[in-house]
């Protein structure tokens, strides 16, 4: 029979959050637990107990687990990694992760289960999240709506814009994209800002959509 956690109200000490296949238990031990209700899936072979409230610092704990540690420190979780970090999408079947400019993706070994981006990046764009270096929501945002194909992007914009403690205005999105230099599918990005603010509720007079404002 496989383990049992003991009820968090029966323990004298902090529930641990996240589990993964180490000398306490087995990948074997933790999907029998996972099946019997015990513990719930979070991302590859991590685990929460059950009814736990999963928070962005624990999936970035999770992703970090995925990212070998020869890199861990030179890559930063971005775009629909970095909007499911922040509880606005879908885990992603691979990992994204940005490398700065300064670190060549070409020094950097591929990694399973990643998929790497060489990008420029701002002192304000990386946050750092449970051990992992993520994009800012502002940065995750621009990124998503220039990057990624309108049917994911969308409503993983809306959830970004949704969050008050992440602190991604509609306005804001749209003048850092404006902002952007020689990047590709600008125009693409802008039409997808504009859809969201035809579909958002309304707005103070001084927060145009893009097509207005410019």
Avoid: N
């Avoid at 009814?51 to 420190?73: E, F, K, M, N």
């Avoid at 490398?99 to 790497?116: E, F």
Wanted: charged share 20%; with cysteine; hydrophobic share 45%.
């Amino acid at each position: 029979m496989a383990p049992r956690l003991p009820p968090p109200q029966q323990q004298d000490f902090p529930a641990q959050e996240l589990y993964a296949p180490s000398p306490q238990f087995t990948w074997a031990e933790l999907q029998s637990m996972a099946t019997d209700g015990v513990l719930t899936p979070l991302y590859e072979k991590s685990f929460t107990p059950s009814g736990l409230d999963v928070t962005p610092r624990l999936r970035a704990r999770a992703a970090a687990l995925v990212v070998p540690d020869r890199i861990r420190r030179k890559v930063i979780a971005g775009r629909m990694t970095a909007a499911w970090i922040y509880g606005c999408a879908d885990a992603p079947e691979r990992l994204s992760l940005l490398v700065d400019a300064k670190h060549r993706i070409s020094s950097l070994r591929s990694a399973r289960g990643c998929i790497l981006h060489e990008v420029r990046l701002g002192q304000l764009d990386v946050v750092s999240i449970g051990g992992l270096l993520v994009t800012s929501p502002l940065r995750t945002a621009v990124d998503v709506a220039l990057h990624v194909e309108a049917s994911r992007a969308l409503p993983a914009l809306r959830m970004l814009l949704s969050r008050d403690e992440l602190g991604v205005r509609l306005r804001l999105l749209t003048l850092a994209v404006e902002a952007s230099t020689r990047v590709p599918h600008k125009k693409a990005a802008l039409r997808k800002i504009a859809a969201l603010a035809r579909t958002a509720d309304p707005q103070p007079s001084d927060v145009l959509p893009p097509e207005v404002a410019a």
